[in-house]
């Protein structure tokens, strides 16, 4: 029973971080119809940089002084460095989202093909580019101390980092959801999903909201990625594309455009993962690629999404 | 017509007299390495640049090949027979994963397509890694001793390729230019209108990626048996479909010729900048360079070196392809 209990919660916290890769890469698809190929690229963005910052605020408060360390408001001092780090990876990837979309994708507006392949090509791009400044090789990337280590109730092992991201992810969920459905920029994204000529007609401006949209993704997606570094203890080069594929194959389970669905497939997918990875961790990924084989063939639109 | 008849003769006079002029075993081996990734790349183009559909995972048939002839010739020995099998391995296997990849795919938008082929290649790719008693996993495996005395010769495996991409040019020539080629650059042109004249769609969709999955194992085997060596990162890493994709954008999407003039500047380019890399290290990310340049040509160049003479010329109206919506 405690055994199921962890890896369930492995599962949803795993599920949270695609999610928030996901949740981006589903909206903007079913408003703007492009499927952002670069997604995975400003995750690991916003990870890389992220843990930069961080590490670097940690390194700079060591310096000014030494005994840092034993200070018993340190654990509060990293923890206020991580959250900078958090922010400035959201920001970083909101900024190179916003380039994206004004720079690339506004320019091949209504060519799908020319669409993808240059999302491919920012791919190729930005992953480069995190070679050129942090190098090829994997970096180190420690949970902050005031997250480290676990609550055991009872014979249950609960790790607090994991805890962190399932309460984060949820937050996150209910506030796209309040945004989606409360506000007026909501309307219109739903709108937009459902049918942007009929919005743009009604004489809304669909290409603010297509920035705003993709600004927001890419921030979401660069948040998933700062959380997930510390999660797997590292960032390396190839996280973007590898994150990417479980948010592609999340978006095809949960339904493109609906975020509520990214949220429902991506606990399914890391839920699988966890238990594949403690049973017969050679066939994890595989089993994640059969379900979606399976959506495709029967409900190609996903669980929640509302066209294929 | 005549024209690009002569172009092809030049070509093949060129690639057969290229070798008297050669006599280093690496340069030998830059242009053997130029025509078997330029047959990669033709057959990228059967998809990309003839039916306008986009796939990120064309990588998985040419490891498909080349995982087939390296394990054939390892474990069943120093033989020729054994690299007939291990073609008609490749070939069964690629025809296969292509159609139930289609299967499931093409039927929707152009977007699952790209999506579904990539992550299909980075499970091949993560399978290779993983199956260490067979693929010997990241390091990969030599396999020098067991290819046949013949194909382990510089100069005739030259040729050899040579006459492989002369081969598969003229046969995928025929094929674009087939009635059922004719069809494809209709569903390509518009989609829509297409299916109304009464095809079917999927069908002729599926046979595009069946044949371009196909060639492209066979560049696979080729590619394999000149290196000597397989590894899971050279051959179902997504670096080889940016290559294709970069090829086939760079020389022109829709022209056979395109690609193997986009595999020569790649592979040349390549070779210098590896060489530059020495003299400063930023060289050593040349694919942001080919990244950018790509997304350049993408934006303002559809057509790619050859489409972009092409239409400087304003012949040849196969070249054509309009700016049309996919559905």
Redesign the interface.
Known sequence: MELIIILTLNGVATGMLIFLIAAGLSLI?GLM?V?N?AHGALSMWGAYFGIWIYKGLEQFWLHQNPNLLEASWYPWLSMLNFIIGIVAGIFIGSILGLLMEKL?IQ??Y?????Q???T???M??LA??V??FWGSNLISAPVPALLDGAWEIGNIVLIKYRITIIAIGLAILTFLLWILHKTKIGLIVRAGVQNKEMVQALGINVKKVFTLVFMLGAGLAALGGVLMAPFMNQVYPTMG??KQ?LA??VV?IGGMGSVFGSAVAGVIVGITEAFMLYYVP?AA??VN?LL??LI??LR?SGLFGER? | MTNKKVGWLVLIIVGLLLPLFINNQAQLLLFTKIYILAVFAMSYDILLGYTGIISFGHVMFFGIGSYSVSLMLKHGGQSWLNIVIAIIIAIVLSAVISFIVGVLSLRLKSTYYAMITLAFAELFHILSLKWRSLTNGEDGFNFSKYIPDLLKDRLNFYYISLIFLIIIAYFLYRFVNSATGKVLVAIRENEQRAETLGYNILHYKLISSIVAGVVASLSGIMYAISYRYVGSASVFGIDKTIDALLMTIIGGVGTLFGPLLGSGIINIAHELLADLAKVHPIFERWLILFGILYVLIVMFFPKGIMGSLHKYRNSLPLFKIRKSKDG
Request: proline content about 5%; charged content about 10%; glycine content about 8%.
């Open positions: 698809f119809d499927l190929f690339l320019p091949v209504g060519n799908h093909i020319q993808i392949l240059i491919m090509g920012a190729l791009i480069e580019m070679k050129l594309l590898e594929l592609f194959i095809v050679d990924l595989a690629f979606m084989a495709l063939l190609p294929g």
